[in-house]
């Protein structure tokens, strides 16, 4: 080989790694719905994976025990900017405090710098309170309708 091609060769496999190494999948972070409850963010991250795999009967399950039209659910599982652990959560406060789940929808996308430990507090339950702890209730029975393990 001349010293031409040995050169313009090593260039292009230079190249080639360059564009391997930045042509890597960026990590998009990791769910935290900031709950200020360890045990309720990791449901709802397990929650995500559930809905992933089965959005049909994610979607059943907020429609008829949270008292949200199924249509509705399925329109937020379109949205990019929601999880559907997120859905469950806004769902699920919504009825524990009395609200439509579009009202705590609205409050979550008005304002969710503090996770949801943040919007909670805004709607008078915040993490310890009785609606709050009514929650991880919610949370058991989900799981013993969908016969998925949960995790103490």
């Not at 919504?94 to 430990?117: F, K, L, T």
């Not at 507090?121 to 709050?132: D, E, V």
Request: aromatic share 12%; proline share 8%; glycine share 4%.
């Amino acid at each position: 080989m001349t010293y031409p091609v040995l050169r313009l060769l090593i260039v292009a496999l230079l190249l080639g790694m360059a564009v391997r190494v930045f042509a890597q999948p960026v990590e998009e972070p990791a769910y935290q719905p900031r709950s200020g409850d360890a045990w309720v963010d990791r449901q709802l991250t397990d929650i995500n994976r559930y809905a992933a795999r089965y959005p049909r009967s994610f979607a059943d399950e907020v429609a008829r025990y949270y008292s949200v039209p199924r249509d509705y659910v399925e329109a937020m599982q379109q949205q990019p900017t929601w999880e559907p652990g997120d859905i469950f959560m806004a769902c699920a406060l919504a009825q524990r405090i009395a609200q439509p789940c579009r009202a705590v929808v609205r409050e979550w996308s008005r304002d969710h710098a503090d996770g949801w430990a943040g919007v909670a507090t805004r709607l008078q339950a915040k993490p310890g309170t009785a609606p709050y702890r009514e929650l991880s209730k919610d949370i058991e029975q989900t799981y013993a309708r969908w016969a998925r393990p949960l995790a103490k």
